[in-house]
């Protein structure tokens, strides 16, 4: 088996990978390094875990000339700020024993540090593709040296509405330049911008989306509300063999309600993370949670995409996405680099077109686990749980929502007789006078 050693890599590069205890390249860092070495443009088809940050940093990095020209010539972009602090830090671990001038600019914070740092001058740099478009705008940033492209998570880009800055940056760039795509996907979107922008691209495909990497064991359980959900969450986080835990929900809400009612209940080690929560605590966040300060985590989407939390041993999807490819990126978060992991979902009735549609996309059933026998059913619902009823109105049509099962003969006082109104009678009394309707004649 092929070793980084083999590999056509300056000795400082191999020097880093040593101490980071890194011996053997992944199929697409093998594959793409070599391309990229030759100057092809590659578009690699890669998912979560299969190693494509270091399939392109590997190679660039080993072509990497010392220079003091101000203006970066290798140019980075991917879709979130906390990717952006990933792969500057993947750089930084990769080059003690090289000078590479990085530095990674994202938006929620002051644009001034930023721009003097880019002032200073750069080889790389990484962005997300929002505040690389500002400091281009603002002649902060120049494009004409770049020599090298790499759109990361380029498919996740595009839904989060980047289209625009997107197409403004690649304008400002020079037209002869090696581009490297990575995309977990190929939808209509990344098809249409790479025939515009893209000539010549060689494709290499790994683990290709809706195909989970054999090294996760999934389980599902049947849970029909939000607070069995818990009821069965805390008796799984009790678990030995859990060291490191993702949990996955559906929105903001629901994480910080998750998160308050683990806490009543005892948990500790406990984390909690969504798009809201302000720049610094989400990186405070994640340190605590990778340096293992808090067991678990409990996370929206945002983490789903990209992130490299080493040593995950389970992923929870306390909520099913609403997307099915979603579902292979959250479970891709563990049983990464031939290590085992563990994906457990709970499904509730209303999911099961949602699990279909999984277990067709990955071409396999996810197997149904028994309930423990501590578990209990919660009678308690949320508001979004409460079965809606429809009454019919006193025209006969069934559009009157009354909300809830639990109706009850109004309280004495609350109960009223309907009186005729006698408006003419409320006028005289109001104007202490006869009151003469405009129609009276």
Sequence with gaps: MMEFRDMKMPKALIRALDDMELKQPSPIQEQVFSMVKAGRNVNGIAQTGTGKTLAYLLPILSLHQFSNVRNPSVMILVPTRELVRQVEEEIVRLTPYMTVRVFGIFGGVNTKPQAEKIMEGLDIIVGTPGRVADFVNTGVLALKNIKRLVIDEFDEMLNQGFRAQLKMILDKMPERRQNLLFSATINPEVEEMMEEYFEMMDQVEVAPAGKPLETIHQVKYEVPNFYSKVNLLEIILKAPEITRALVFVGNKKRAELLYDTLIESGIDNLSYMHANKNQNRRFETLDDFELGNSRIMIATDLLARGLDIKDVSHVINFDLPEIEESYIHRIGRT?????????????????????????????????????????????????????????????????QKLVGTAFHEKAEHNQKTNVRFDYEAAMKKKYKKQYRPKNAR
Excluded: C, Q, W
Aim: negative net charge; hydrophobic residues 30%; proline residues 6%.
């Design 335 to 399: 049983g990464r680099f031939g290590k085992k992991g563990v994906a457990i979902s709970f499904v509730s009735e209303n999911d099961g077109e949602m699990m279909n549609n999984l277990e067709e996309l990955m071409g396999l059933r996810v197997p149904s686990s028994e309930l423990p026998d501590s578990y209990k059913v919660s009678e308690t619902l949320l508001s979004e749980e409460i079965p809606s009823i429809y009454m019919p109105d006193y025209l006969g049509n069934h559009n």
